[in-house]
């Protein structure tokens, strides 16, 4: 008996320390997940076509899933090419084109203006209620076009170069090429990019870290909820705190779920939704209990009460005749 109390001890030494080393290891995954997650191979393709390209920054800046808008920022430079005698300003008036938001959209750069970023909104074609495991794809056509001499849009030489970083996704970016057009620079390739977006591992492993917390609550609540039922622990009815807690700390837990899955998103019919139903199933099964046993608790306090007044009157009566006694004497 003595020496199985010492070889116990060290088997629980033993769990605590794989315990905590276990969530030292998944604290180091999740942040070096985080910390390398979100970049994008900076990609670049170029038209074709004599002279110096213009050069068009794309940048993705932020994701919306629920939205299922991609917002992309798109910089001339750092080389504005032939058509900037500068590098600040175009020479002549260049208008970009760009598909694949919600209606073509032209950003203009008038003559001898500073040219700056402008920010468009793509929209994505996928479905967020599959998150975690959301995927969005989305295609832009960007041509860059000067004005001919019967003010139609002529392509001009140009390169598109994707690059940055949005926390949380990965994006990766696909040049295409579309058919030629002939102009007075030579074949230009009219260019476009296709943007593949899914979440991060970063993002999926804290998720997966949430849910898993959300599922230990009701496990923890119906042990014990059990335990109690089966009369292995004393009924206490400040439990029902503890158990309402659990409850109300559900939704809350939901709603911090990276990307805000809405309502009805596959997480809540897979988990969410029987989490719930285990909480509730725990308050039921220890009310159960507790109503089980008042009845037989408020005799056995009557009983008790009942035994202890004429132990009272006694032990005062005894008191008072001993001390009447102790007096006489």
Do not use: C
């Not at 990965?170 to 057009?181: C, I």
């Amino acid at each position: 008996m003595t020496s199985s109390t010492p070889a116990r001890r060290r088997g629980r030494r033993a769990a605590m320390v794989g315990g905590i080393l276990a969530l030292v290891l998944l604290y180091v995954v999740v942040v070096l997940l985080y910390a390398s997650g979100g970049r994008i191979e900076r990609a670049s393709v170029s038209s074709g076509g004599s002279g110096q390209p213009l050069v068009l920054t794309l940048t993705p800046v932020d994701v919306d899933g629920a939205a299922s808008h991609l917002t992309l920022r798109i910089t001339p430079g750092p080389d504005l090419g032939s058509y900037s005698s500068d590098q600040f300003s175009m020479d002549e008036t260049v208008h970009v084109l760009v598909t694949g938001t919600d209606g073509s959209r032209t950003i203009t750069y008038g003559a001898d203006e500073v040219v700056g970023a402008e920010t468009v909104t793509l929209t994505l074609d996928g479905f967020i209620e599959q998150w975690p495991f959301d995927r969005y794809t989305t295609d832009t056509m960007i041509v860059p076009l000067r004005e001919g001499a019967d003010g139609e849009g002529v392509p001009i030489p140009y390169e598109l170069a994707v690059d940055g970083r949005v926390p949380g996704w990965d994006v990766t970016a696909q040049a295409v090429e579309l058919p030629a057009m002939a102009t007075q620079d030579g074949l230009i390739t009219t260019l476009g990019v296709q943007f593949t977006i899914t979440r991060a591992a970063s993002t999926i492993a804290f998720g997966v870290v949430l849910l898993t917390l959300m599922v230990i609550a009701p496990v923890l609540v119906l042990t014990a909820a059990i335990t109690v039922y089966r009369g292995r622990r004393k009924i206490e009815a400040t439990m029902l705190g503890w158990f309402g807690a659990m409850l109300f700390a559900t939704i809350p837990l939901r709603n911090f779920l990276p990307g805000s899955p809405p309502i009805g998103s596959w997480v809540d019919y897979l988990i969410v939704l029987w989490v719930i139903a285990a909480l509730i199933a725990g308050l039921v099964i220890f009310i159960l209990a507790w109503l089980r046993s008042g009845p037989a608790g408020v005799a056995a306090a009557h009983s008790a009460g009942d035994a202890h007044v004429p132990g009272d009157g006694s032990d005062a009566d005894a008191g008072s005749d001993g001390g009447g006694a102790g007096a006489g004497e």
